[in-house]
């Protein structure tokens, strides 16, 4: 059962276009989102996150923009650079007190074209 | 400040043998946490370890295990390895449990 789906399992983007990266949850229980970007041969690096009270958080060039009733979320990127050419995950976890266990997305692969 | 750490970072085992896995959390980390990597299932949560208990535990089979030690290090094992376990194998370390995770490069694990 996935949980958290990126189905888009590709991305192909020009550089200085925004590149917009979708990720839908199932589990309402989900109260906080993370995106990572991982390289080859690279462990997941943490890009940004958002709080399930927030619809919108903005960290220079990325932005996430959170759906709760859609269960949706989102990662925006501009203006998109050749270095940004990775995959890029979406992960969601319950807040318990207790426990971070993180529910990841398949991810999907963005390739920023000159 | 140096990162998440992982060793080995590769290694080939046959089926049925068993293999340890290492990983050194970022300095302070207290909560460590593993996943597993395979092309069509993506990160899949293994277990986390805080303070030398384990906290939380995904669906694997028993032949995973872990455990945390008093320095926060944490080692994986995987007992009668399967030609399926053949994955990347990351680590990730965080503050807390409800901190941010930073990951280690992973180990990629080849079972034959």
């Known amino acids: 059962d996935q949980q958290v789906k990126q189905n888009s399992p590709s991305l192909s983007v020009q550089e200085g276009r925004i590149s917009i990266l979708n990720c839908d949850y199932t589990n309402s229980m989900f109260d906080y989102f993370l995106w990572y970007k991982k390289y080859p041969a690279e462990g997941p690096t943490f890009l940004i996150s958002?709080?399930?009270?927030?619809d919108k958080n903005e960290d220079g060039r990325f932005t996430v923009f959170l759906n709760k009733s859609a269960k949706h979320l989102s990662l925006h990127i501009v203006p998109s650079q050749p270095g940004d050419s990775a995959v890029y995950f979406c992960a969601a976890k319950i807040n318990t007190g207790t426990a971070s266990k993180l529910t990841f997305g398949t991810g999907t692969r963005l390739q920023v074209t000159l | 400040k140096a990162g998440v750490t992982q060793t080995p970072r590769y290694l080939i085992k046959t089926r049925g043998q068993q293999v340890t896995l290492s990983c050194s959390p970022i300095s302070g980390h207290r909560s460590v946490s593993w996943y597993q990597q395979t092309p069509g299932q993506g990160l899949q949560f293994l277990f986390e370890y805080f303070s030398e208990t384990q906290r939380n535990k995904g669906n694997f089979p028993g032949r995973f295990s872990g455990r945390q030690f008093s320095n926060s290090r944490s080692e994986m094992n995987v007992s009668t390895l399967e030609l399926g376990d053949s994955a990347l194998y990351l680590c990730a370390s965080s503050l807390e449990p409800l901190g941010a995770q930073y990951f280690g490069p992973g180990t990629r694990l080849l079972v034959l």
């Open positions: 958002i709080s399930s009270i927030k």
